[in-house]
């Protein structure tokens, strides 16, 4: 998995990245970002706190579902 930014122009994404073709045919997740709507980043360290806070409540869950 990799992330990439693009522009959209008609019914296509534009990228910088010309190895794209490697990923052809396979599922994409798009995400459109408003530009008159500001957005905040959030640091990897806090990315991957949350990440791992969900995977260990789903972890849980599927503990207590197999009881």
Do not use: C
Not at 12 to 20: A, F, G, K, R
Not at 39 to 57: C, M, P
């Amino acid at each position: 998995m990799f992330a990439i930014t693009g522009i959209i122009q008609g019914n296509t994404i534009l990228t910088d990245y010309s190895s794209l073709e490697y990923y052809n045919g396979r599922k994409v997740i798009i995400t459109v970002l408003e530009d008159d709507k500001p957005y905040h980043t959030v640091s990897d360290e806090k990315l991957f706190a949350i990440s791992d806070s969900l995977i260990d409540q789903n972890k849980q869950a599927y503990q207590e579902l197999a009881k």
